[in-house]
Each structure stands twice: as C-alpha cells, then as structure tokens.
C-alpha cells in the first residue's frame, strides 16, 4: 500500500481551528491520484470528509462545507485540511487515504493513513 502519514490533530475548544497535513511517500499516487480526508466519530462508521483531485478539484462533505477546507501542496506531496469554527461533532479520528487508483488501466496503489485525533470541546 501507499504510505501517508498525518499529523496536525489536537484539542481544541469550539469555533477554534486546526490544520491537518498528510505525507504521501508516493510521488506519484500524488501527482496522478483523487485523495481524500475521511473521519471516524466514537460509534459512528468512517465518512469521506473531503477530497480533491490532481487538477484540484475539490468536494466537501455537507457537514462540513463552509467550514473546512482541503488543499495540497505539490513541492512538498503534501495533503491538507484546514478546520475553521470547528463543533464538537466534529470529534473524531481523522485519517488521509487514496482509494484504488488506475491510470492507463494499470493499478496504481492505494492507502491509509494512521489518522491522528481531533477533540472540540465546549
């Protein structure tokens, strides 16, 4: 699999913001592959959050938008998601991931991140 790896998650107290960044090892899963921004709340099955292509188009989960942000930085292979006015419903761990990428009919690779935690308190 591809390896990423997260970090930028914390506590934070609600309406606060955070800044998650994820590492893809892989240049070009970065360059040619759709990533994503999934969450996964205490109880709650995992859901897609957000992700973003590499022409850069984006799409935002409904709860979120308005909210969060996701981004990438080419030089760096390097995936974001800015947490603005966050809700304690947004409580969870959140994970950065490829799913299966193809290119030219051929398998490219796909991952998961170890996912890094993200606390909103009142």
């Known amino acids: 699999q591809v390896q990423l790896v997260e970090s930028g998650g914390g506590s934070v107290q609600a309406g606060g913001s955070l800044k998650l960044s994820c590492a893809v090892v892989s240049g070009r899963i970065f360059r040619t592959c759709e990533l994503g921004w999934y969450r996964q709340a205490p109880g709650k099955e995992r859901e897609l959050v957000a992700s973003?292509?590499?022409?850069?188009?984006?799409s935002i989960a409904d709860s979120v938008k308005g909210r969060f942000t996701i981004s990438r930085d080419n030089a760096k292979n390097t995936l974001y998601l800015q947490m603005n006015n966050l809700k304690t419903e947004d409580t969870a761990v959140y994970y950065c991931?490829?799913?299966?990428?193809?290119?030219?009919?051929?398998?490219?690779?796909?991952?998961w991140g170890q996912g890094t935690q993200v606390t909103v308190s009142s």
């Open positions: 973003i292509s590499s022409e850069n188009t984006t």
């Open positions: 991931a490829t799913q299966p990428c193809w290119v030219l009919g051929t398998y490219i690779g796909e991952g």
